[in-house]
């Protein structure tokens, strides 16, 4: 009889951003696929609760260990050793860079090899250089250790294998992300209007507001919008609060927009089920990114009937095809154009509805969770 291998996942990004929806989503399906290992899933103490296991050969183990920090490259490091692994799995890259048992990560795109996150910064600019410096070290460090590289995307595999040419093709394994099943789930759709002082038809964005999402972007792109074509509606962002949502309030008082533009996370919690409620009643999904690994929230917009207006990325064009109205970024004029024609044709709108609901079948967490577990299996039986 073969011994039960255990499986270590790190789980402390649960719920929190991308990764954490991702890490959590890729559980949930292993538990249902995965009948024969045992998996220690590692949580913060904030998120321990929220993930309930309903595979008895899943346990939660806390692991209080602030990512990016000497705490995870030590006591995390510590304690990973304690459980004498078979196998860890990391779906992101911070990974104590000193673990020497088998590895397994997931790197959804390295953007910040691109793109600066220094603005929004509260550190001292020497001390973040210095994490900026580390985390470049950390990423290359994992790639070359890690057995496995799972990627959400072509254009990710091909940014990883041109910003790191040492790295083997074969190391990469492309697993497309999917649509949470809990998109749809809704509170009442007029009472989140209400809560968020929303009046008017509105469009939609969703995500953080690092300078690669180009969020600055569709705040002027807005103005061409009401200026030239004559959008009366207004327009939500939906993100937390932090150095760089700030800033774009700041812009969006300065260019006397702020009863146009909504910002309800710096007031307050966006829960899953108010979201979905703005999904339902929102006139389009507009993501103007310049820069992306996959871009989940538009597919997750698509999965209800929502239609997009997107930026002409290739990890756009690869992802979603022809379900999308697409845009320059760098032109604020071709984007207003662009979002007016999602906004006014109607058999367009019928069009990329349908595309949208045709295409959104094609990306399933459990079919990246099956390509994660077929890794799993091939390192343990080589083991």
């Known amino acids: 009889m073969k011994a039960i291998k255990t499986i270590g996942i790190d789980a402390r990004f649960w719920e929190i951003a991308g990764p954490g929806r991702y890490v959590k989503n ?31 050969n899943f346990q939660k183990v806390v692991a209080d260990y602030k990512w990016y920090s000497f705490d995870e490259q030590i006591r995390f490091l510590i304690k990973l050793l304690a459980c004498r692994l078979d196998l860890l799995y990391v779906p992101h890259f911070n990974v104590p860079v000193l673990y020497p048992g088998k590895l397994v990560t997931a790197i959804a795109d390295i953007i910040m090899h691109t793109y600066s996150t220094e603005a929004g910064t509260t550190l001292p600019k020497p001390y973040f250089k210095l994490k900026k410096w580390v985390y470049s070290l950390v990423v290359s460090w994992v790639i070359f250790r890690a057995i496995k590289v799972i990627v959400p995307s072509n ?21 497309y992300e999917g649509v949470d099943g ?46 030239k074509f004559g959008f009366t509606g207004q327009l939500v962002f939906v993100g937390k609060k932090d150095k760089f ?38 006139l389009l999904y507009v993501f103007p990114s310049f820069m992306e690994g996959f871009s989940l929230t538009p597919l997750e917009a698509l999965a209800v009937g929502l239609p997009c207006a997107i930026s002409d990325i290739p990890c756009h064009r690869e992802v979603y095809k022809d379900a999308v109205l697409y845009f320059n970024p760098y032109n604020g004029d071709d984007m207003a154009r662009k979002i007016n024609i999602g906004l006014t044709d109607v058999a367009l709108r019928q069009t990329l509805v349908k595309r949208g609901y045709g295409l959104v079948p094609e990306y399933k967490w459990e079919n990246t969770a099956r390509a994660t577990l077929a890794v799993f299996d091939a390192i343990l039986k080589s083991s």
Request: net charge positive; proline share 4%.
């Open 26 to 56: 890729i559980v949930e399906q292993l538990e249902v696929l995965d009948t024969k290992n045992r998996y220690l899933v590692f949580l913060s103490k904030n998120h321990y609760h929220s993930y309930v296991p309903k595979n008895p």
């Open 155 to 175: 254009v990710t595999r091909q940014d990883i294998l041109k910003t790191f040419p040492w790295v083997k093709n074969t190391k990469l394994l492309l697993a």
């Open 182 to 227: 809990g998109v749809a789930r809704e509170t009442t759709s007029d009472t989140v209007l209400k809560k968020f002082h929303i009046a008017r038809p509105f469009i939609l964005y969703v995500g953080s507001m690092y300078k690669h999402k180009n969020v600055e972007g569709l705040v002027k792109t807005f103005k061409i919008l009401k200026d």
């Open 245 to 282: 949502s700030e800033s774009i309030f700041q812009n969006v008082l300065e260019l006397g927009l702020s009863k146009d533009i909504l910002m309800p996370g710096l007031t307050d919690y966006v829960t899953d089920s108010e979201l979905a409620a703005l999904r339902k009643k929102s």
